[in-house]
């Protein structure tokens, strides 16, 4: 195991519903990330927190509102999806984003269905 | 902008015969380069990673990777193949300074060591 814990593992949303992602590092990190992975593309970054702090947003629709209480814990708060949002959502952790040598620490993903 | 390409999608190497995964990278200025792994139902994991000095670097597992500065490659490698390195690969590029602080993450290939 990595140290970084998501859960759940799988969910299945209708477009209208309203649902949230965990994410929790056990490593002592001070970053934490969003990605998307959906099949045949390369990984989206989508949020990125540093200290506490969003320091990117990569054009992320709306519908996804993250949350970072503290440098442990994630969240990304999901309403009103659609169906092309269904994909593998990925946390990753690393000590700093400012110091691009250290590797990213990734959890096991949730699995979105948009139905 | 920074990028990565991985040419091949698939890989299909027989148990104890050598595997090389390929990686080129466009980047402004000197890269850090990552690989990672990704078995079924679960996230990304660490591999290795060159960040500076010998251009050969070794990993997890028993994998290396070369980085080729004038052919701006960085591919993995490992001697002999096992079936449990059938996964997915994902190689990554950032750039130390600038307002590029993402990871650039490559589409992935996906390795298949037949018994």
Redesign the interface.
């Known amino acids: 195991e990595?140290g970084?814990t998501?859960t759940p593992r799988h969910l299945v949303m209708g477009m209208t519903n309203k649902k949230s992602l965990k994410c929790e590092q056990h490593l002592g990190h001070n970053a934490m990330y969003w990605y998307k992975q959906s099949a045949?593309?390369?990984?989206e970054?989508m949020f990125?927190y540093n200290f506490k702090e969003q320091?990117?947003n990569?054009s992320v629709p709306s519908r996804f509102s993250p949350e970072c209480p503290n440098s442990s814990h994630l969240f990304l708060h999901l309403h009103t999806l659609q169906p092309e949002d269904s994909a593998l959502y990925?946390c990753?952790s690393s000590p700093l984003?400012?110091q691009?040598?250290y590797?990213?620490?990734?959890?096991?993903?949730t699995r979105l269905t948009v139905t | 902008a920074q990028s990565v390409a991985q040419p091949e999608d698939q890989v299909n190497v027989a148990e104890g015969n050598p595997l090389t995964v390929k990686c080129t990278y466009s980047v402004s200025g000197n890269p850090y380069l990552f690989w990672y792994v990704q078995y079924p139902n679960r996230g990304l994991q660490f591999l290795l990673k060159y960040i500076t000095g010998d251009n050969l670097v070794k990993g997890s597992y028993g994998f290396e990777a070369e980085f080729n500065k004038s052919q701006t490659s960085f591919h993995l490698k490992k001697p002999s193949a096992l079936v449990s390195d059938s996964a997915l690969y994902f190689c990554a590029v950032r750039v130390p300074s600038g307002s590029a602080r993402q990871l650039t993450f490559g589409s992935g290939t996906q390795l298949t060591v037949l018994p």
């Open positions: 990595t970084v998501q045949k593309k390369p990984l970054l990125v320091t990117e990569n990925l990753a984003v400012g691009g040598f590797e990213q620490y990734f959890g096991p993903g």
